[in-house]
Protein backbone atom coordinates (compact mmCIF):
# COMPACT_ATOMS: atom_id res chain seq x y z
CA UNK A 1 0.00 0.00 0.00
CA UNK A 2 1.58 3.57 -0.80
CA UNK A 3 -0.63 6.22 1.27
CA UNK A 4 -0.46 9.86 0.07
CA UNK A 5 -0.70 12.58 2.00
CA UNK A 6 -2.68 14.67 0.02
CA UNK A 7 -5.33 13.96 -0.75
CA UNK A 8 -4.72 10.83 1.73
CA UNK A 9 -5.89 8.44 -0.73
CA UNK A 10 -4.26 4.90 0.05
CA UNK A 11 -3.56 2.69 -2.98
CA UNK A 12 -3.31 -0.69 -2.58
CA UNK A 13 -0.78 -2.70 -4.66
CA UNK A 14 -1.25 -6.53 -4.89
CA UNK A 15 1.90 -8.16 -6.32
CA UNK A 16 2.11 -10.94 -8.36
CA UNK A 17 -0.99 -11.08 -8.85
CA UNK A 18 -3.06 -9.69 -12.39
CA UNK A 19 -5.72 -7.13 -13.28
CA UNK A 20 -9.13 -8.56 -13.30
CA UNK A 21 -10.53 -9.55 -16.58
CA UNK A 22 -13.77 -7.95 -15.98
CA UNK A 23 -12.26 -5.12 -13.34
CA UNK A 24 -14.57 -2.08 -12.93
CA UNK A 25 -12.86 1.82 -12.83
CA UNK A 26 -11.49 2.61 -9.55
CA UNK A 27 -10.27 5.83 -7.90
CA UNK A 28 -6.46 5.17 -7.63
CA UNK A 29 -7.13 2.90 -11.07
CA UNK A 30 -6.08 -0.44 -10.47
CA UNK A 31 -2.75 -1.96 -9.22
CA UNK A 32 -0.59 -4.87 -9.80
CA UNK A 33 3.37 -5.39 -8.87
CA UNK A 34 6.32 -7.48 -8.99
CA UNK A 35 9.53 -7.23 -8.86
CA UNK A 36 12.30 -6.51 -11.33
CA UNK A 37 15.96 -7.15 -9.21
CA UNK A 38 16.15 -4.71 -6.91
CA UNK A 39 13.41 -2.81 -8.86
CA UNK A 40 9.70 -2.87 -7.74
CA UNK A 41 7.37 -2.21 -11.02
CA UNK A 42 4.03 -0.73 -10.70
CA UNK A 43 1.07 -0.73 -13.31
CA UNK A 44 -1.80 0.47 -13.21
CA UNK A 45 -5.21 0.68 -15.50
CA UNK A 46 -8.74 1.07 -14.81
CA UNK A 47 -8.96 4.73 -13.48
CA UNK A 48 -12.36 6.31 -13.07
CA UNK A 49 -13.30 9.15 -15.52
CA UNK A 50 -12.61 11.99 -12.89
CA UNK A 51 -9.02 10.99 -12.93
CA UNK A 52 -8.65 12.87 -16.56
CA UNK A 53 -7.69 16.30 -15.91
CA UNK A 54 -4.63 18.58 -16.81
CA UNK A 55 -1.88 18.73 -17.02
CA UNK A 56 -2.16 14.92 -17.89
CA UNK A 57 -5.15 13.82 -19.60
CA UNK A 58 -6.79 10.21 -19.83
CA UNK A 59 -8.81 8.15 -21.46
CA UNK A 60 -10.39 4.46 -20.67
CA UNK A 61 -6.90 2.88 -22.18
CA UNK A 62 -4.88 5.47 -20.10
CA UNK A 63 -2.00 2.60 -18.19
CA UNK A 64 1.04 4.11 -15.69
CA UNK A 65 4.13 1.73 -15.52
CA UNK A 66 5.90 3.08 -11.94
CA UNK A 67 9.52 2.23 -11.56
CA UNK A 68 11.24 2.29 -7.79
CA UNK A 69 14.81 1.56 -7.57
CA UNK A 70 16.92 1.60 -4.36
CA UNK A 71 20.04 3.84 -6.50
CA UNK A 72 21.97 4.12 -2.77
CA UNK A 73 21.78 4.38 0.67
CA UNK A 74 18.73 6.20 1.35
CA UNK A 75 18.12 7.57 -2.46
CA UNK A 76 15.09 5.81 -4.15
CA UNK A 77 14.78 6.55 -8.03
CA UNK A 78 11.08 6.92 -9.13
CA UNK A 79 10.38 6.63 -12.56
CA UNK A 80 6.74 6.38 -14.43
CA UNK A 81 5.92 6.08 -17.76
CA UNK A 82 2.48 7.08 -18.98
CA UNK A 83 0.39 5.45 -22.16
CA UNK A 84 -2.92 5.92 -23.43
CA UNK A 85 -2.81 5.57 -27.36
CA UNK A 86 -6.13 7.73 -27.53
CA UNK A 87 -4.77 10.80 -26.32
CA UNK A 88 -0.54 10.76 -27.01
CA UNK A 89 1.18 9.51 -29.89
CA UNK A 90 3.90 7.94 -27.50
CA UNK A 91 4.41 7.37 -23.94
CA UNK A 92 5.85 9.57 -21.73
CA UNK A 93 8.15 9.08 -18.97
CA UNK A 94 9.48 10.71 -16.00
CA UNK A 95 11.95 10.55 -13.28
CA UNK A 96 11.83 12.37 -9.94
CA UNK A 97 14.78 11.10 -7.53
CA UNK A 98 13.94 10.66 -3.91
CA UNK A 99 16.52 11.37 -0.66
CA UNK A 100 15.54 10.31 2.56
CA UNK A 101 15.63 13.19 4.95
CA UNK A 102 18.30 13.71 7.45
CA UNK A 103 18.53 12.75 10.69
CA UNK A 104 17.05 15.41 13.15
CA UNK A 105 14.72 16.75 9.92
CA UNK A 106 11.21 17.30 11.02
CA UNK A 107 8.63 16.88 7.85
CA UNK A 108 5.01 18.28 8.70
CA UNK A 109 2.13 17.36 7.92
CA UNK A 110 0.50 19.20 4.73
CA UNK A 111 -3.08 19.94 5.92
CA UNK A 112 -1.37 21.78 9.34
CA UNK A 113 1.20 23.65 7.34
CA UNK A 114 -0.09 24.68 3.61
CA UNK A 115 0.33 28.64 4.62
CA UNK A 116 3.97 28.20 4.46
CA UNK A 117 4.32 27.66 1.32
CA UNK A 118 2.16 31.11 0.34
CA UNK A 119 4.15 33.54 3.08
CA UNK A 120 6.11 34.85 0.46
CA UNK A 121 3.72 36.24 -1.49
CA UNK A 122 1.66 37.15 1.14
CA UNK A 123 5.06 39.39 3.06
CA UNK A 124 5.04 40.56 -0.93
CA UNK A 125 1.58 41.72 -1.10
CA UNK A 126 1.93 44.12 1.98
CA UNK A 127 4.89 45.34 0.97
CA UNK A 128 3.18 46.13 -2.32
CA UNK A 129 0.29 47.70 -0.51
CA UNK A 130 2.59 49.76 1.76
CA UNK A 131 4.35 51.32 -1.20
CA UNK A 132 1.40 52.32 -2.93
CA UNK A 133 -0.06 53.65 0.50
CA UNK A 134 3.45 55.60 0.94
CA UNK A 135 2.96 57.22 -2.65
CA UNK A 136 -0.34 58.32 -2.07
Known amino acids: MILGEY ?24 SIGYWEAD ?6 NNFRDEH ?3 PILSTETF ?13 I ?5 VTDP ?5 PFTAEIPFTRMEQGRVLYEYACHEGNYSWGNSLRGARMQERIAAEN
Open 7 to 30: PYDARIIRINSEHPEHGFPKWMGD
Open 86 to 90: QLYTQ
Open 77 to 81: LYKYT
Open 52 to 54: SYP
Open 63 to 75: EVEERLSLTSEGN
Open 39 to 44: TLVIHT
